[in-house]
């Protein structure tokens, strides 16, 4: 006969969060708070670029009037012209999709010059592009240059790839800069702060208390609710009540309060059963000697009536009715 052995199965252990301890809780609620809106921001802050952008209008230029905002505005043109020149589309769709993000500078009176591998590609007018940039700044072409001055705008930027290299200059000679110095004027600045930047950053605060807030209130919840049932069940068994039963199962601080509690209540109650049974034993121990002490001692009140009425007339019957009390004292 072969013999199999048997295995032992170990106990699994119960993983519930409800086991988690409070210490640990309050750990992982301070993470949370900070993980979650940061992970919540990044999932959405495309969204909220696309939507931000086209809200506060910083995809296009709008103005030739220097600000914080028209610098964006110039920024996110450029790029969005250096994306297409690199896309895989061919050099007819390039340039019909440079019209989507170069009119509306040109409508402001912009030129735009490209040149393609050193050759011109795309130009804005039949004018030279980029003696007009020299004359508003000294420009070299394999630098890039971002001039944003009284007498004009000049940028000059490059976009490679591995097969073509790409040269973009921008010209407007009717740019100005209200502040030549600083480059933007203090209260623009101060309203794209109270403005556009601040409802920003308000929606962002405002994602992290969110955030904070629930996790706190569940983390709130999962503690007080255990608490909760410990009082009642204290004011249960105040009332006299000791078949009531706590019902909450956990392996952390709060179940083990439980489980104490759950336990003292039994030890209680088995305690009070015992004392009155016991007492319950007395009664009918007292009871039962009372019993046997009162019948012999009623025998001989009886013949002592007996002698006292003269029942007992003769001598010899007075003897036996002597005797008989003395029997029954000595029965007890």
Same mark, same amino acid.
């Given at each position: 006969?072969?013999?199999?052995?048997?295995?032992?199965?170990?106990?699994?252990?119960?993983?519930?969060?409800?086991?988690?301890?409070?210490?640990?809780?309050?750990?992982? /609620?301070?993470?949370?708070?900070?993980?979650?809106?940061?992970?919540?921001?990044? *999932?959405?802050?495309?969204?909220?670029?696309?939507?931000?952008? #086209?809200? &506060?209008?910083?995809? #296009?230029?709008?103005?030739?009037?220097?600000?914080?905002?028209? =610098?964006?505005?110039?920024? =996110?043109?450029?790029?969005?012209?250096?994306?297409?020149?690199?896309?895989?589309?061919?050099?007819?769709?390039?340039?019909?999709?440079?019209?989507?993000?170069?009119?509306?500078?040109?409508?402001?009176?912009?030129?735009?010059?490209?040149?393609?591998?050193?050759?011109? &590609?795309?130009?804005?007018?039949?004018?030279?592009?980029?003696?007009?940039?020299?004359?508003?700044?000294?420009?070299?072409?394999?630098?890039?240059?971002?001039?944003?001055?009284?007498?004009?705008?000049?940028?000059?930027?490059?976009?490679?790839?591995?097969?073509?290299?790409?040269?973009?200059?921008?010209?407007?000679?009717?740019?100005?800069?209200?502040?030549?110095?600083?480059?933007?004027?203090?209260?623009? &600045?101060?309203?794209?702060?109270?403005?556009?930047?601040?409802?920003? *950053?308000?929606?962002?605060? *405002?994602?992290?208390?969110?955030?904070?807030?629930?996790?706190?209130?569940? /983390? #709130?919840?999962?503690?007080?609710?255990?608490?909760?049932?410990?009082?009642?069940?204290?004011?249960?068994?105040?009332?006299?009540?000791?078949?009531?039963?706590?019902?909450?199962?956990?392996?952390?601080?709060?179940?083990?309060?439980?489980?104490?509690?759950? =336990?003292?209540?039994?030890?209680?109650?088995?305690?009070?059963?015992?004392?009155?049974?016991?007492?319950?034993?007395?009664?009918?121990?007292?009871?039962?000697?009372?019993?046997?002490?009162? /019948?012999?001692? /009623?025998?001989?009140?009886?013949?002592? =009536?007996?002698?006292?009425?003269?029942?007992?007339?003769?001598?010899?019957?007075?003897?036996?009715?002597?005797?008989?009390?003395?029997? #029954?004292?000595?029965?007890?």
């Amino acid at each position: 006969m072969s013999s199999k052995k048997t295995k032992k199965e170990k106990p699994k252990k119960n993983r519930s969060s409800k086991n988690l301890k409070i210490s640990t809780r309050i750990f992982l /609620t301070a993470i949370l708070g900070i993980l979650i809106p940061i992970i919540l921001i990044g *999932a959405f802050s495309p969204l909220l670029i696309y939507f931000t952008g #086209s809200y &506060f209008n910083i995809s #296009s230029v709008t103005t030739n009037s220097y600000s914080t905002v028209n =610098q964006i505005q110039w920024s =996110q043109t450029i790029s969005s012209i250096s994306n297409s020149l690199l896309s895989d589309e061919n050099d007819k769709k390039k340039t019909e999709s440079l019209s989507e993000f170069i009119s509306p500078i040109e409508r402001l009176g912009s030129s735009i010059y490209i040149e393609k591998n050193g050759k011109p &590609f795309y130009s804005s007018s039949k004018s030279d592009i980029l003696k007009e940039a020299n004359e508003i700044v000294n420009v070299n072409k394999d630098e890039n240059l971002n001039y944003f001055g009284n007498n004009g705008l000049v940028i000059v930027t490059h976009a490679n790839s591995k097969s073509d290299k790409y040269l973009i200059v921008a010209v407007n000679k009717n740019y100005t800069v209200k502040n030549a110095s600083t480059h933007y004027a203090a209260k623009e &600045f101060t309203n794209l702060l109270l403005g556009r930047t601040g409802i920003i *950053a308000l929606i962002i605060v *405002a994602v992290f208390v969110l955030a904070i807030v629930i996790i706190s209130f569940i /983390t #709130s919840k999962t503690i007080v609710n255990p608490i909760k049932k410990i009082a009642d069940g204290a004011d249960e068994i105040a009332r006299g009540n000791l078949d009531y039963e706590i019902d909450y199962k956990s392996k952390n601080e709060l179940g083990q309060t439980v489980e104490s509690f759950n =336990q003292m209540r039994l030890r209680l109650k088995n305690s009070i059963e015992k004392q009155n049974k016991a007492d319950e034993q007395r009664k009918e121990l007292i009871a039962g000697i009372a019993h046997d002490v009162r /019948t012999p001692l /009623t025998s001989a009140k009886g013949y002592a =009536q007996g002698l006292r009425d003269g029942i007992a007339a003769t001598p010899e019957k007075q003897k036996k009715y002597i005797d008989r009390i003395c029997s #029954s004292i000595d029965d007890t």
